[in-house]
């Protein structure tokens, strides 16, 4: 086919075959309004350097993530989940369960989490490299992601093209389509999604989706079943790599019947598939975790459950004052945390002017959205796209464990994409008819400014994700106010240098420094914080190893052991290092009265926990010599459970201790 200046062929345009006041097509009919600039057969032919320029373009973004390793929630779904580190042979049981059962092991484990996750694509895709490559090839993974990253913005902007197709002498590089998908690649926002490997899920979920809407069209343009099934069958898989590609079952008909004018009744008939698909999943997933939403056990965790505590009104304005950084986000995409836990996003009520701006914010999209679409209006098409597909992590109508991410914002930031690149290229131009190069400069240089912006931006977010160290650091200084900042940076600290074997005494010392004041701020936000609470009692026995301040550590101990007692990641680690301090010359006297108080006083007397009153009695045993006290208190303790052989036992040695001390 010729070409000329490197511009795409004009495509002859097929005339529409009934009256626009028909309310329906004959059977074998096209689309009232065909979308040839995409469907045409010759698309890569012509299109492929914007195509190839975008792929590029995200590796030239993402490039530097194929050197990191795991991170995050990479432990959850590759490194330590059973089920992946299989390979092929653990993909029945991906598909089968939870998506994290194949970490946690235990289905009572899952219910500390909100709702249940079944997301077993992306799993799967983990599986397979397992299976190909072997264990512990993150950069492979890393690669994965990025080229999958690619070609979503290909499939966006193939998408885009054919609803706002070039004109005669219409330029690629300064079109909606491309200037949609070029900032979409180039969003640092989407930083989480792409260089954190677990954000395949999301990743998968609008290629999918994407390719759902495509086929979903491209039925109406060729009247061939197989895209009309191709439809469902992308559809399913959108929703086995995350849940919010169910959003997509209201994008995919709205967009058909806004862009390409078909009616709605045969929308809905052609749109079988669709919800085959949707109902295929949802017996699927319920035969996998045995709940729909909801697993019926109360999260108590303010981690899990970050509106833990608040009123309705409260929770509500939190939410929109949630809604509206997104939408901040958007546009001004500076700073990025990976981090929006409590308290991050603070607490607010009606009184805050932010939560009222936001609720204003929501209602006039929603009302322009309805009172706009019939004109076909590109901005409302693009508000109701972002209005349904947040709708799904929003906290409105469906629990998502905390209180926004900036990947839930990966298939919403579609309309923006979207929005910005008709303003660029169609808006704009009509403003300016008597001068048809001015918007044309303005259009490239404003282009250029965002896409440089965005980029720059990007590649400055990128090398956070690393490592955890670089990764919590960074948190740390965005999220100064989250509890879960200030634990996983003392946990990077004290797992990658606190214990490293080239460490020396003094950097050491300023490092339990730097812990014990990341911790305390941690559970100062959040005193009931779990993993912070197994946390103080590793720098209690650190800053111990400092200044053998022994009362000092029982002290801390002795929280510890009120809140969480038998946590297991503390637990072991308390009992490990009471042994360590009975052995190892620790003052005798000290580790009785701790282990007296603790063990008679408050697990047996207060609490009737006789399990734990012999554990902590028993770790002063070992010491120099045995203590009268203790001895009579394990006598007692064993007589309560009915172990009169241990009880008497316990009171020959008492009496033994008794002779020898009064000697």
């Known amino acids: 086919m010729a070409k000329s200046k490197g511009k795409p062929t004009p495509q002859p345009q097929i005339k529409r075959s009934i009256p626009a006041d028909k309310p329906a097509a004959p059977k074998k009919q096209r689309a009232t309004v065909p979308l040839t600039a995409t469907f045409m057969p010759d698309f890569w032919q012509q299109h492929w350097i914007p195509a190839l320029l975008l792929a590029v373009l995200a590796f030239v973004l993402y490039g530097a993530s194929v050197k990191y390793g795991y991170i995050l929630d990479d432990q959850m779904v590759i490194w330590q989940n059973a089920y992946v580190q299989k390979g092929f042979s653990g993909i029945g049981d991906i598909f089968g369960y939870d998506s994290f059962m194949g970490y946690f092991q235990k289905k009572e484990n899952l219910l500390l989490l909100e709702g249940g996750r079944y997301r077993p694509l992306s799993l799967a895709t983990f599986a397979a490299e397992v299976g190909i490559f072997g264990k512990d090839h993150p950069g492979i993974s890393h690669f994965i992601n990025i080229l999958l990253y690619g070609l979503t913005g290909v499939v966006l902007y193939r998408i885009l093209l054919g609803f706002f197709p070039l004109g005669e002498n219409g330029r690629w590089y300064f079109s909606a389509a491309f200037i949609g998908a070029l900032l979409f690649v180039a969003h640092?926002?989407?930083?989480?999604?792409?260089?954190?490997?677990?954000?395949?899920?999301?990743?998968?979920a609008l290629l999918c989706s994407l390719a759902a809407l495509y086929t979903f069209l491209k039925y109406f343009d060729t009247d061939s079943q197989t895209w009309r099934w191709l439809s469902g069958l992308f559809l399913l898989f959108g929703l086995f790599a995350k849940e919010n590609a169910l959003t997509f079952l209201a994008v995919i008909p709205l967009t058909a019947w806004f862009f390409a004018k078909l009616p709605a009744r045969r929308i809905a008939i052609a749109g079988a598939p669709l919800f085959v698909a949707v109902l295929l999943f949802v017996v699927i997933r319920y035969q996998a975790l045995g709940f729909m939403l909801d697993h019926g056990k109360a999260i108590s965790d303010?981690?899990?459950?970050?509106?833990?505590?608040?009123?309705?009104?409260?929770?509500?304005?939190?939410?929109f004052l949630t809604l509206g950084w997104y939408v901040k986000l958007l546009f001004w995409p500076h700073p990025l945390t990976h981090d929006y836990y409590p308290y991050h996003v603070p607490k607010v009520g009606w009184d805050d002017w932010r939560a009222l701006a936001s609720l204003a914010l929501y209602l006039g999209m929603g009302i322009w959205a309805v009172l706009k679409l019939r004109t076909r209006n590109v901005p409302a098409y693009a508000m109701a796209y972002w209005l349904i597909t947040l709708s799904i992590v929003s906290n409105l109508f469906v629990k998502v464990g905390t209180f926004m991410n900036e990947r839930f914002a990966f298939m919403p930031s579609v309309a923006f994409a979207l929005l910005v690149g008709w303003f660029l290229a169609e808006k704009v131009p009509a403003w300016f008819k008597e001068q048809p190069n001015r918007p044309y400069l303005l259009g490239v240089g404003l282009t250029a400014l965002l896409v440089g912006a965005f980029g720059w931006l990007t590649l400055k977010r990128v090398p956070v994700w690393e490592n955890k160290m670089a990764l919590n650091r960074a948190a740390v200084a965005v999220s100064p106010n989250s509890a879960r900042s200030h634990c996983f940076l003392v946990t990077a600290l004290y797992e990658d240098r606190y214990l490293a074997k080239d460490i020396n005494p003094s950097e050491k010392a300023k490092l339990v420094d730097t812990m014990e004041y990341h911790i305390n701020r941690s559970l100062e936000i959040n005193p009931n914080y779990g993993s912070a609470l197994v946390m103080k009692g590793a720098i209690a026995a650190a800053r111990f190893e400092q200044d053998k301040q022994m009362d000092k550590l029982f002290h801390e101990f002795g929280i510890l052991l009120e809140k969480i007692p038998n946590n297991a990641n503390f637990r072991p680690f308390f009992d490990k290092y009471m042994k360590y301090l009975a052995t190892s010359g620790g003052n005798p006297n000290k580790i009785n009265s701790f282990c007296y108080r603790m063990g008679y006083e408050y697990f047996f007397k207060e609490k009737k926990d006789t399990n734990n009153a012999i554990a902590i009695l028993e770790f002063a045993l070992p010491t120099q010599w045995e203590n009268e006290r203790v001895l009579n208190a394990l006598s007692e303790v064993y007589a309560s459970i009915g172990n009169t052989e241990k009880s008497a036992e316990m009171k020959a040695r008492a009496e033994a201790s008794a002779k020898v001390l009064y000697r």
């Not at 490997?197 to 990743?203: P, S, T, V």
């Open 188 to 204: 640092p926002l989407h930083s989480e999604a792409v260089a954190n490997i677990k954000g395949r899920d999301e990743i998968l």
């Open 302 to 319: 303010l981690m899990n459950n970050p509106f833990l505590g608040m009123t309705g009104g409260e929770k509500l304005a939190t939410i």
